[in-house]
């Protein structure tokens, strides 16, 4: 099994609808992280978490929401989907103990008609 | 706000020749790091450096972080087809350590 998992790999969705989109790590990492990935502009991050009590809004968060309900699962919800959300999503991890990188998962491709 | 520019954004050579992408940032960051992505995958860790002035090698990659912790490059000596993929540096920022991304560097070796 991947050390971090994200569900679904692929989401065609409509304008308008709540979406949600789930990440699972096994690492054991505190820390996790949403970002979405758009050509020619990199990885920009838009929710971010270091326990399970703490939620912090990255460069891109309007239009998101978060819930990380374990220390191990942390979800990202569109509540009303439009077109310019249309992206790659990834969910990544690292160790708050240890200067290491992250660790992502294989991302949702995710579409808005 | 910290900010990372990659250049060049895209890069196509032949197998054997030499490359270089840089990353370069007018902030200082503590750390930084060079991921790899392949179509349909997340990121991979590649290098992490951290002291101004280091240099790292893996196999025919060779990492530099800058004296002034603002800059990196990342050389590749005999490119291969295997090299092909979206490179990116990441700085970890001041304020806890979150990471900032390059735009990314899109690599094509052609056999």
């Known amino acids: 099994d991947a050390d971090v998992t994200q569900t679904p790999r692929n989401r065609i969705t409509k304008t308008g609808k709540r979406i949600m989109l789930e990440c699972s790590q096994t690492?054991?990492?505190?820390?996790m992280y949403w970002y979405r990935q758009d050509p020619g502009l990199g990885l920009r991050l838009i929710y971010y978490s270091f326990d399970v009590k703490d939620i912090n809004k990255g460069e891109i968060s309007d239009g998101y929401s978060v819930s990380r309900q374990a220390q191990a699962k942390f979800s990202l919800s569109l509540e009303s989907a439009i077109p310019n959300q249309t992206a790659l999503y990834f969910c990544?991890?690292?160790?708050?103990?240890?200067?290491?990188?992250?660790?992502f998962g294989s991302g949702t491709r995710l579409t808005v008609v | 706000t910290q900010l990372l520019e990659q250049s060049p954004q895209f890069l196509s050579i032949q197998e054997g020749e030499n490359l270089t992408v840089y990353c370069n940032s007018s902030s200082v960051f503590s750390s930084l790091q060079w991921y790899r992505q392949e179509p349909g995958e997340g990121p991979v860790l590649l290098v992490t450096v951290v002291t101004g002035g280091e240099v790292k090698k893996l196999k025919r990659l060779t990492f530099q972080f800058g004296d002034a912790r603002k800059d990196s490059s990342l050389h590749i000596t005999a490119a291969q087809p295997g090299d092909t993929g979206l490179y990116l540096c990441?700085?970890?920022?001041?304020?806890?350590?979150?990471?900032?991304f390059g735009q990314g560097t899109e690599l094509s070796v052609k056999p």
């Open positions: 990441a700085g970890a920022d001041n304020q806890g350590g979150k990471l900032i």
């Open positions: 690492k054991g990492h505190d820390r």
């Open positions: 990544a991890t690292s160790d708050s103990a240890r200067a290491g990188g992250y660790t």
